[in-house]
């Protein structure tokens, strides 16, 4: 008996510039299984390292699209005055002109209640008890008259001949002066360790009011808004923490790779394992396809183990196991891959089983059935039902 395949032409022939992409590759063809031998067993910690799964689809799309906003940006932690980065916030809407803080909060605020994005809590920060804003302006008032016009006043004194005063006695111009020996004063001391004419220190200061000229040793403290103008006292104040949100490594390394998709080709006869290759790294999408391939149930096994490929591509008929039992130990592996069955023959019952036990799509072997995988395969990940 001959057999023959036909192939289009344009499949076996791929690009000049890499000639050999498709035919120099390790095929690593194993045995038939022999009756009664025992299936490898393969260490669950092979794929301990592997990236955690996170599942995006409870987020609303407007959430989702502020995600992928702010992973695409290098956006990992957004701190309580992240508005007022220029540069940060310039590049975001730049990218999504629409973009407004409080649409952004509204939608960190509901991902950290799902659990998608984490939540923090600053130092305390002083807020207004009115607006809660941050750009606080502190001023000093008398006790007694109330007037804003208070300054403060150092006490000095002079070692060398032991004269203390105010610094307004001191004063002479913008220079300091004894005014009881009238030494000029150059060094400030914490300590005097000799008694250098020229050296003084501060022993202590007190403030004034120039509007009675009453002094006391602390001012009364208030605060006003630069947000709203609001005026108040610190026993009115807000101090507390404010939160900040981060975007934990598994959220951002998904969506930063939301576009990888990982496709595993189980199928023992090299060069039609080849052709659904070349068809898929061919393909014009937005997905950057990594095509791997497996000529054995039991290495497929162990190389999805360790890879949780997104898209498995299985032939049934292997020379070690049937391609149910490989089905069936991927969906336990990862339940949410996408694993398309290959077969020769038009089993309808076959077929059924194979959907049931979580297949995503039984295809027949055909040409025009081949042709369409990469279709195929883009309508699986974007979650949309129909034929291709």
């Known amino acids: 008996m001959i057999i023959v395949i036909c192939v289009p032409e344009c499949i076996f022939h791929p690009p000049p510039s890499s000639p050999s992409k498709y035919t120099l590759r390790s095929w690593f063809a194993q045995p038939a299984k022999e009756a009664g031998a025992m299936a490898p067993v393969i260490d669950d910690d092979l794929h301990e390292g592997a990236q955690k799964k996170v599942d995006l689809s409870i987020l609303s799309e407007p959430e989702l699209n502020s995600l992928i906003l702010l992973v695409d940006n290098g956006v990992r932690i957004i701190e309580p005055n992240f508005f007022k980065d220029s540069k940060a916030v310039k590049e975001l809407k730049m990218a999504s002109p629409s973009l407004n803080e409080h649409t952004l909060l509204t939608h960190l605020k509901s991902m950290s209640g799902k659990g998608i994005i984490d939540v923090d809590t600053t130092d305390p920060v002083l807020q207004c008890p009115q607006c809660r804003g941050q750009d606080i302006r502190i001023h000093f008032s008398c006790q007694k008259c109330g007037s804003k016009k208070v300054h403060k006043s150092m006490i000095i004194e002079h070692p060398f001949c032991g004269f203390k005063g105010t610094q307004k006695e001191f004063l002479s111009g913008e220079d300091l002066t004894c005014p009881n020996c009238g030494t000029d004063l150059t060094q400030r001391v914490d300590q005097i360790d000799s008694n250098h004419e020229e050296y003084y220190r501060v022993i202590g200061s007190f403030f004034e009011c120039e509007s009675c000229k009453h ?77 791997e391939y497996a000529s054995t149930g039991n290495q497929a096994i162990m190389m999805f183990r360790r890879e949780l490929h997104d898209v498995v591509i299985l032939d049934l008929t292997l020379p070690d196991i049937y391609g149910l039992e490989v089905l069936e130990d991927m969906k336990k592996i990862k339940p949410d891959a996408h694993i398309v069955i290959l077969t020769g023959h038009d089993d309808r019952e076959t077929a059924v089983h194979a959907m049931k036990m979580g297949a995503s799509e039984y295809i027949i072997k055909t040409s025009e059935a081949i042709q369409k995988i990469p279709k195929l395969i883009e309508r699986l990940l974007s979650g949309k039902k129909g034929t291709t």
């Not at 006391?216 to 939160?243: H, W």
């Open 215 to 291: 002094k006391m040793s602390r001012p009364e403290i208030a605060f006003t808004c630069s947000n709203c103008g609001n005026q108040f006292m610190y026993v009115d104040s807000i101090y507390e923490g404010l939160k900040k949100y981060l975007i934990n490594d598994d959220v951002y390394d998904q969506i930063l790779n939301r576009n990888n998709v990982k496709v595993l080709i189980v199928e023992d006869f090299e060069p039609e394992a080849d052709v659904i290759g070349y068809l898929i790294d061919c393909y014009d999408s937005e997905k950057k396809f990594k095509v």
